[in-house]
């Protein structure tokens, strides 16, 4: 099957894997910021090890993507090459997970609405026809199952607390509304991979979304924001300015000593 | 990715024709069963169900192929694994030898074993409680409208101490992405819960 598959669908299948590897990781190093800094000792612990999860799942996406690139190109990289030599207009994340950390109402707006398309993108990926994208998406579903429930706890938990909590949730969410179409409007090389049996079909994801996050905010006693004008750029590149600043943070050590190990 | 072949059995058969000092299958498993997870020592990865298979490779009947599988996709033990595997391996004669990483099957707490989970308990870790239904295929229909946003456990998990069930839940996240952070409202002490996965 793989020697019938043309040049360009390898590099489709290349971009695509970058998509699902580049949001966990750049969302992974977004908590790995808060480490030290959490409100208590356990949500410190729990940040980190979401982000832990997230980073673990980055590799596989990101190990499947080199050796694709492989199939193509002189030669493919490995994951670290991938992680740490890519400039900001290379990586494929979405814009909502390299907004800052803000607050921890801000951090928690944020894992939510991303978990909650995480989860249902995870599930689909794990029927792709690709049987080695099925099997770390299955994987990862589980893992991305735990973590919804946190952040959605949180969600409620602020919401739902005191007047300020409530404000300053209310307050990211509305901030945050703007980034979270990109996640269900796919682009030529999706359409392409769905019609191969390969990519989840983001557009089917939308209401089961909606109607989710909805749920999660009624209980939290949050007011959904209205459709609003929603920005797009991280599957093809362009992002917004805080990504290059969390690269140059990421980045620095492979940077100035390329090729370190330990 | 490879499939590899799975054998759980602890008396796997020796490879026809095996010399008088070449080590066989069943030493393999008998070496391996002496290497312990690197975050829970009293257990070892054969109990934890990290261990997936152990066979000679078929091109290379000299060369032995072990398979283990990670338990979360971030577990920094995983790497530790292999090397005691390739550590423990190598000292008791096994010169070549590869170690495979198996993603699909999903790693699943259904694969510890009841002596590992009394293992795990006799460290002051509460085992999981119940399965997890994993379908044939390893597709997972998780239905979103399903989870629960608040920490309604209805399990009630039993303190690995004093057994008492009187017990909450503290963090989802404990030591370790694989355990949450329970405390005993009985004995009052905080404990660790291997979550079901």
């Known amino acids: ?262 | 990715m490879s499939v590899a072949l799975v054998n759980l059995s602890n008396d796997a058969p020796e490879a026809t024709g095996a010399s008088a000092v070449r080590p066989s299958l069943a030493d393999a498993w008998r070496v391996i069963s002496e290497v312990a997870d690197p975050e829970i020592p009293s257990v070892s990865i054969i109990e934890l169900g990290i261990l997936r298979g152990v066979r000679w490779d078929v091109d290379d009947p000299e060369s032995l192929v072990v398979t283990v599988t990670p338990t979360y996709s971030g577990c920094p033990a995983t790497e530790m694994i292999a090397a005691s595997i390739r550590s423990a391996l190598t000292t008791a004669g096994f010169d070549l030898l590869r170690i495979e990483t198996s993603l699909a099957p999903a790693w699943t707490t259904d694969w510890i074993t009841p002596e590992g989970r009394r293992k795990l308990r006799d460290f002051g870790i509460a085992p999981p409680d119940g399965a997890k239904a994993v379908t044939s295929t390893g597709a997972v229909a998780i239905d979103v409208a399903g989870i629960s946003p608040l920490r309604r456990s209805t399990a009630a998990i039993a303190c690995p101490r004093c057994t008492s069930k009187r017990t909450e839940l503290l963090s989802q996240f404990g030591s370790a992405a694989c355990k949450a952070h329970y405390r005993c409202l009985d004995c009052l002490e905080p404990f660790d819960y291997f979550k079901p996965h």
């Open chain 1, 1 to 262: 099957m793989t020697a019938s598959i043309p040049a360009t669908r390898n590099e489709a299948l290349f971009q695509y894997l970058l998509r699902l590897a580049d949001s966990p990781l750049v969302l992974a190093q977004r908590l790995g910021e808060w480490i030290g800094h959490g409100p208590a000792l356990e949500e410190d612990i729990a940040q980190a090890n979401v982000g832990l999860d997230l980073l673990g799942q980055a590799r596989l996406w990101l190990g499947l993507a080199g050796e694709v690139e492989a199939r193509y190109a002189l030669a493919g990289r490995d994951e670290d090459q991938l992680a740490f030599l890519r400039d900001s207009a290379d990586f494929r994340n979405l814009l909502l997970v390299e907004q800052p950390n803000g607050s921890f109402a801000d951090t928690a707006a944020r894992q939510f609405l991303f978990d909650a398309w995480h989860v249902l993108l995870l599930s689909e990926l794990s029927r792709s026809g690709d049987a080695r994208i099925a099997g770390i998406a299955a994987k990862a579903a589980k893992e991305a199952t735990y973590h919804i429930e946190r952040s959605a706890d949180w969600v409620i938990r602020l919401g739902d607390g005191t007047d300020e909590s409530h404000m300053r949730m209310q307050a990211a969410i509305d901030a945050l509304w703007t980034y979270t179409g990109e996640m269900f409007t796919p682009d030529a090389i999706e359409l392409e991979l769905i019609d191969a049996g390969v990519a989840a079909d983001v557009r089917s994801l939308a209401e089961p979304w909606r109607r989710h996050v909805h749920a999660v905010f009624e209980e939290a006693t949050l007011t959904a924001p209205a459709e609003a004008f929603m920005q797009q750029g991280g599957k093809r590149g362009v992002h917004t300015e805080h990504l290059g600043h969390l690269l140059a943070e990421m980045q620095v050590l492979q940077r100035s000593y390329q090729g370190a190990h330990w």
